[in-house]
């Protein structure tokens, strides 16, 4: 029987992210934007500093149902019928910066067809332009954020070396009626991603 031997995966440049919580404004403030305007740069550029022509994105949609944590951030009845969106961003010779599993309530989207199919992505303006484009405006993003060790699926996908964790960020997107509208589940390489959180602070 002949001997197997795994050769090493070949290295490539891995470009750190620094997540700035800024970047919902700065979303926000693209909503009303002319089209051309949104398609020139999207959120992972604002996140890495590259540029359009440096990335490869790609998007799945499929239709879902709500499991018990997933009706309770809606605040919808479990198997209420959910939009589940998947999304990887890489540069052409690297692993994706993050695993992202958007969820929209499907009713909701279907307000506007052009929600419910993945061939216009990638959507100029992102996720708040989507929202915008069905009346919705947002309040506020709420980020929680925890950590732990990768999956098997996760280390490969993201190209983890042994050891390193990953971030886990829920990102749940209120209108400003309060209702939850939008949540993301984001899966980010801890070796390098960078979050940064900026609060101001009222004078006295």
């Known amino acids: 029987m ?9 290295r490539v440049e891995l470009n750190r992210v620094e997540r700035n919580n800024d970047r919902h404004q700065w979303e926000k403030d693209r909503v009303r934007q002319a089209r051309g305007e949104r398609l020139k740069t999207g959120s992972t550029e604002h996140d890495t500093g590259l540029e359009v022509s440096d990335l490869v994105f790609r998007a799945e949609y499929r239709e879902a149902k709500a499991d018990a944590d997933r009706a309770a951030v809606f605040g919808v009845p479990v198997g209420t019928r959910l939009l589940e969106r998947t999304y990887r961003t890489n540069c052409r010779e ?10 929209l309530v499907h009713e909701v989207a279907a307000a ?30 709420e980020e929680r954020i925890t950590a732990r060790p990768p999956t098997v699926e996760e280390a490969g996908e993201l190209g983890l070396e042994k050891g390193v964790s990953v971030i886990l960020l829920r990102k749940i997107s209120v209108d400003i009626n309060g209702r939850v509208v939008e949540f993301s589940d984001v899966t980010l390489s801890g070796d390098r991603t960078e979050l940064v959180f900026t609060t101001p602070l009222k004078r006295w």
């Open 94 to 103: 690297g692993f994706p910066f993050a695993l992202v599993r958007s969820y």
């Open 2 to 10: 002949g001997t197997f031997v795994r050769k090493p995966r070949r």
């Open 112 to 141: 506007n067809p052009d929600l419910l199919d993945e061939a216009n992505e990638p959507w100029p303006g992102g996720t708040q332009s989507q929202l915008h484009a069905i009346g919705i405006e947002l309040d506020r993003v």
